[in-house]
């Protein structure tokens, strides 16, 4: 009868080593792993919201009348959640940009001419399929790269190199689709100065409809 209180103390001590094993073993758990997935998905769709709402007021009001706090109270985002993901209003006009340049290549790429086999007609395609764009009512009749670049040129060299990139992307996609329709026809032209024209005459159209709020404009530019 003498052991039965030391071998219950013994059973009591290893229930409480073996609760206090299980406890540390408990919070040794990787569980980070498993919590950040979400914040990290928010954290994405709060960037992904700044930039399009960024992108939004400068095609509208431009960069200089874009303020860090209009695009908080559009997008519905602290100015802290703001400054998490940009140091300043240039840094999150250069990711405007660029996921502008990201989405009109993929438009484009996913647009109706692309089906079509004979270039040449991929090219008249291209231009009905601009056309339509800009004529929709649902269609901000303003580039962010045109926008934006007129008012930074000589005061903020980065965004205007990243503009520049912009243009030159898309002056590339229409040079290689007028190459391809010269060599399906036998045709010789500089291929890449009638690209650099149809970037220009979509820009001053552009300014033309603000100016004249012409819209008309649109059916006749591609053709010039």
Known sequence: MR?????????????????RRRRKNLT??????????VPQERAAATRAKLVETGSDLIRRKGFI?????????VASVTKGAFFHHFKTKEELAEACLIEWSRKTSEMLARA???????PTRRVLGCID??????????TLKSCLVGTTVQEVSETHPELRSTAGRCFAQMKDRLKAML?????????????????????????GSLILYWGFYWREVYHAAPLI
């Open 65 to 73: 009348a874009t303020r860090i706090v209009d695009v908080c109270e």
């Open 112 to 118: 109706p001419f692309q089906k079509e086999t004979d």
């Open 28 to 37: 040794n758990i990787p569980i980070s792993r498993y919590l950040t997935f």
């Open 3 to 19: 052991g039965i209180p030391s071998l219950t103390l013994s059973l009591s001590n290893r229930r409480v080593t073996a609760t």
């Open 129 to 138: 399929f601009l056309i339509e764009l800009f004529d929709s009512p649902q």
């Open 179 to 203: 190459d391809e329709a010269c060599r399906s026809t036998g045709k010789r032209l500089d291929t890449g100065s009638l690209a650099d024209l149809w970037i220009a005459t979509l820009q």
